[in-house]
């Protein structure tokens, strides 16, 4: 019942995002939009079958996908040897997003680059807590918003707190939705934002339900604290907060 809710839930996500994420193409606020939760629709609910439905009272929010990592596999924080190795899931086709960028390839589950944020996140919890099913039977890890969003000469990754708008805003109340369900699919007893960006939208959606929300630094390469004394500042940051 649960998983079937899931698949629901994230079914009706990918459909209402997709007329938002092109709006924002054509109003010239971003140039190129994937939707993951489109192209790799098929990995994304084998994901949710394999981690939704073994008891987790804690969801794990990120913000939205990265280009080496969800972008590729339609899961959250993915990385090629998580996906494979720890979560068992392979031999998925994915398929190419509407409108495909030649700067900003999808190569699938055999991407060949390791999203660092991902090996990072799902590591400590490898190492917390051992294999998927007890991660899963303790934490679930979403996304706040499925789309990866692209701009400039080099289709950098833009985050959606970086976009302005009306329709910006209405891409992040449907997903602020989202993350309601999917707490309420849980019966979520937490929810820890990866990063301020996160942790601040799981304050807003969830000030009036009776629901605990902490904050973790975000584990990407790119954020001097992750790297901190070798990433040991981090691994305790976020342990500290884990169930």
């Not at 054509?26 to 939707?35: A, S």
């Not at 929010?61 to 494979?84: D, E, K, W, Y």
């Not at 660092?116 to 917390?128: I, P, Y």
């Not at 070798?230 to 884990?242: A, I, T």
Request: proline letters at 7%.
């Amino acid at each position: 019942m649960v998983i079937e809710e899931l698949i629901e839930a994230a079914a009706n996500l990918r459909d209402d995002v997709e007329p938002l994420g092109r709006k924002l193409v054509e109003e010239g606020r971003i140039d190129v939009c994937y939707n993951p939760l489109n192209y790799a629709w098929d990995v994304h609910e084998e994901y949710l079958r394999r981690m939704g439905g073994l008891g987790a009272k804690t969801v794990v929010l990120g913000m939205n996908p990265g280009p080496h990592g969800m972008g590729q596999m339609g899961i959250p924080f993915a990385a090629t040897s998580v996906v494979r190795d720890l979560l068992d899931i392979s031999g998925i086709p994915v398929n190419q997003p509407n409108t495909p960028d030649k700067r900003r390839p999808v190569i699938g589950l055999d991407y060949h680059k390791e999203e660092v944020s991902g090996t990072r996140l799902w590591g400590l919890l490898n190492e917390q807590y051992g294999d998927a099913d007890s991660i899963a039977s303790r934490v679930f890890l979403v996304n706040h918003c499925p789309l990866m969003l692209f701009s400039g000469p080099r289709a950098s990754n833009i985050t959606p707190d970086k976009i302005g708008g009306s329709t910006a805003k209405a891409l992040l109340e449907r997903c602020d939705r989202h993350l309601s369900q999917v707490v309420d699919i849980l019966g979520a007893e937490r929810v820890i934002g990866v990063g301020k960006f996160a942790e601040s939208r799981a304050r807003d959606v969830l000030e009036e339900q009776s629901v605990e929300v902490a904050g973790c630094w975000h584990p990407s390469p790119a954020s001097p604290l992750a790297n901190r004394n070798g990433g040991r500042d981090w691994r305790e940051n976020v342990s500290s907060v884990l169930p």
